[in-house]
């Protein structure tokens, strides 16, 4: 089994992949598999792949995938289902990979943390400069930018000063195409979440959920360095990471460090929920309908904590990640939860991809999000957590 696996997204960028593809070659650290994970290219691609992989003296795999939009998130996990080494290396397909590049990754390596380096960014002329043979005898790597050098050593300073103060110690920012991290704590959080489309915020809503579960990063800025090639932006990109259509479910303020659609679809009833509050009558059907054990076995983090509002003036909420409260009152009280679901309520937070609401009204500002739902039908409340957890 190798040591690494390297998981490498493309799509229909032929010469960009085969440029990224000789940065493979080249790596001083030999074992890794590579699964070149496509998103939809074309034959071309195809052909380019398959080449490489005839020689190639370390196994090389194409996962296809059918095109149907911008789908990094759904490629990345597709490597991941069916990678053998113990780490996964994630990189572009737009990256050239300076030659220890893996080497650093693998030695980089430790229990309950993630690695998470940059890349030197090139203009359209001197990307479009950059020829194989530069790569195979090194010669692309003698004169980096200028103006990168000094911008990777401002962050690899910066991120060394919020590690050192604890100001933000979930820095550096986590982006896919230079970062690692073990096959199981990918597993752990049921690696990218899918529903991520289209450009933009699956890579930090990994960092994020990796945090959540307790594992922290560790910068490798300025140390597995990779060269971007130039290129337009995706069609998706509308000018900014909030004008993207998944800005507003990465910030909407409450999410399963666990993610549902993810490497395995998890079903609302694999979800660790418990049902607190109301009569034991009550409690017992929406668990059934829900699917959540009468009481879930202790010894695991509680994911979902759902509260029927029965008058108490502070919900005792246990320690869990998403907390939701049932009323069956039109105007229940703002108390601080992430989802209030109860009938006449508007629609408001919570958004998932593509979705616009307005913000949480002022009557209920301790929430994150409302959903106007029959709160006394189990099963219209088991349909709305389906659809928005």
Same mark, same amino acid.
């Given at each position: 089994?190798?040591?690494?696996?390297?998981?490498?997204?493309?799509?229909?960028?032929?010469?960009?992949?085969?440029?990224s593809?000789?940065?493979?070659?080249?790596?001083?650290f030999?074992?890794?598999?590579?699964?070149?994970?496509?998103?939809?290219?074309?034959?071309?691609?195809?052909?380019?792949?398959?080449?490489?992989?005839?020689?190639?003296?370390?196994?090389?795999?194409?996962?296809?995938?059918?095109?149907?939009?911008?789908?990094?998130?759904?490629?990345?996990?597709n490597?991941?289902?069916?990678?053998?080494?113990?780490?996964?290396?994630?990189?572009?397909?737009?990256?050239?990979?300076?030659?220890?590049?893996?080497?650093?990754?693998?030695?980089?390596?430790?229990?309950?943390?993630?690695?998470?380096?940059?890349r030197?960014?090139?203009?359209?002329?001197?990307?479009?400069?950059?020829?194989?043979?530069?790569?195979?005898?090194?010669?692309?790597?003698?004169?980096?930018?200028?103006?990168?050098?000094?911008r990777?050593?401002?962050l690899?300073?910066?991120?060394?000063?919020?590690?050192?103060?604890?100001?933000?110690?979930?820095?550096?920012?986590?982006?896919?195409?230079?970062?690692?991290?073990?096959?199981?704590?990918?597993?752990?959080?049921?690696?990218?979440?899918?529903?991520?489309?289209?450009?933009?915020?699956e890579?930090?809503?990994?960092?994020?959920?990796?945090?959540?579960?307790?594992?922290?990063?560790?910068?490798?800025?300025?140390?597995?360095?990779?060269?971007?090639?130039?290129?337009?932006?995706?069609?998706?990109?509308?000018?900014?990471?909030?004008?993207?259509?998944?800005?507003?479910?990465?910030?909407?303020?409450?999410?399963?460090?666990?993610?549902r659609?993810?490497?395995?679809?998890?079903?609302?009833?694999?979800?660790?929920?418990? &049902?607190?509050?109301?009569?034991?009558?009550?409690?017992e059907?929406?668990g059934?309908?829900?699917?959540?054990?009468?009481?879930?076995?202790?010894?695991?983090?509680?994911? &979902?904590?759902?509260?029927?509002?029965?008058?108490?003036?502070?919900?005792?909420?246990?320690?869990?990640e998403?907390?939701v409260?049932?009323?069956?009152?039109?105007?229940?009280?703002?108390?601080?939860?992430?989802?209030?679901c109860?009938?006449?309520?508007?629609?408001?937070?919570?958004?998932?991809p593509?979705?616009?609401?307005?913000?949480?009204?002022?009557?209920?500002?301790?929430?994150?999000?409302?959903?106007?739902?029959?709160?006394s039908?189990?099963?219209?409340?088991?349909?709305?957590?389906?659809?928005?957890?």
């Amino acid at each position: 089994m190798p040591a690494l696996s390297v998981i490498l997204t493309t799509y229909n960028k032929p010469r960009d992949l085969a440029r990224s593809l000789a940065g493979m070659a080249q790596q001083t650290f030999r074992d890794f598999e590579l699964l070149v994970c496509d998103d939809g290219s074309g034959p071309e691609t195809r052909a380019l792949i398959e080449g490489f992989a005839a020689r190639a003296d370390f196994p090389v795999h194409h996962v296809w995938q059918e095109d149907a939009g911008f789908r990094a998130a759904r490629s990345r996990n597709n490597g991941a289902r069916r990678a053998l080494g113990e780490t996964l290396v994630f990189v572009d397909g737009d990256i050239i990979a300076f030659p220890d590049f893996l080497q650093v990754h693998h030695d980089a390596q430790r229990p309950g943390a993630f690695q998470a380096g940059e890349r030197y960014l090139t203009t359209e002329e001197g990307g479009a400069a950059i020829e194989v043979a530069a790569i195979e005898d090194g010669s692309v790597y003698a004169q980096l930018p200028a103006g990168e050098r000094r911008r990777l050593t401002s962050l690899r300073w910066k991120n060394r000063f919020y590690r050192v103060s604890g100001l933000k110690p979930e820095r550096p920012a986590l982006m896919t195409c230079n970062c690692s991290l073990s096959l199981e704590l990918f597993r752990a959080v049921n690696g990218l979440d899918e529903r991520y489309e289209g450009w933009g915020q699956e890579d930090e809503d990994l960092r994020r959920r990796l945090v959540m579960q307790g594992a922290r990063p560790d910068s490798l800025i300025g140390k597995a360095n990779g060269l971007h090639l130039w290129h337009r932006a995706d069609a998706s990109f509308r000018g900014s990471r909030r004008a993207s259509p998944n800005w507003a479910y990465y910030e909407r303020g409450f999410h399963l460090s666990r993610c549902r659609r993810g490497l395995v679809e998890r079903a609302l009833s694999e979800v660790r929920g418990e &049902v607190l509050g109301g009569d034991p009558v009550r409690r017992e059907a929406l668990g059934a309908s829900l699917g959540w054990a009468r009481e879930p076995e202790r010894g695991s983090p509680l994911e &979902v904590a759902l509260w029927i509002d029965d008058g108490t003036p502070t919900p005792p909420w246990p320690e869990c990640e998403v907390r939701v409260l049932l009323s069956d009152d039109p105007q229940p009280r703002g108390l601080s939860c992430d989802l209030i679901c109860g009938p006449g309520l508007p629609t408001a937070g919570g958004e998932l991809p593509g979705e616009r609401f307005d913000p949480v009204p002022d009557a209920w500002s301790g929430a994150k999000a409302l959903r106007p739902v029959d709160a006394s039908d189990p099963e219209a409340v088991r349909a709305t957590l389906e659809r928005i957890l």
